[in-house]
Structures are given as C-alpha cells and as structure tokens.
C-alpha cells in the first residue's frame, strides 16, 4: 500500500525524483522500489521511455533505489532534468 501511494505521488508530481532518491536513505519502501517502477510512474515517462533511462544511464532494470551508486543517481537525474540549454 505504502508503494503504490509512493507511485501515486510521483505521478501526480507532488513528489520528484530527486525527492525520493533523497527520501530513500531513512524511508524503507522508498530504498526498496525498483527504479524501474519510480520512472514508469513519473508524469511523461512511459514503459519504454523509462527502460530507455535506464539502458542510457547504464541501470538494471532489476535495481532498487538503495542500490543506486553516485555516478547513477547523477546519471538519472541528468537525463531526467533534460537537455540544458
């Protein structure tokens, strides 16, 4: 239940994905989610968009938000964020 609410935040935008990588350190349904199911819920990003993040920023689509490295984090946040001008 606690998952899907988490989802249902992100899809709606009242949550980011910045907020949850920063959430997932001391809340344990956030550490635990796949990463996959965090971007398929973000408002724009599709199933096959979201495997593209994932594939781009070199993530398992297995991976759970605490199994995220550094390089990762700033890789997904990078693609997520877009194009600077």
């Known amino acids: 239940r606690a998952r899907?609410?988490?989802?249902?935040?992100?899809?709606l935008g009242s949550l980011t994905f910045r907020e949850l990588l920063a959430r997932a350190?001391?809340?344990d349904v956030a550490a635990k989610i796949k990463v996959l199911a965090v971007l398929e819920s973000l408002p724009g990003l599709g199933k096959v968009k979201a495997r593209r993040v994932l594939d781009e920023a070199g993530?398992?689509?297995t991976r759970r938000?605490?199994?995220?490295?550094?390089?990762q984090k700033a890789k997904l946040l990078d693609l997520l964020d877009g194009p600077k001008p």
């Open 65 to 71: 938000v605490q199994g995220l490295g550094e390089h």
């Open 25 to 27: 350190s001391n809340d």
């Open 4 to 11: 899907t609410e988490l989802k249902q935040q992100l899809r």
């Open 59 to 61: 993530v398992s689509d």
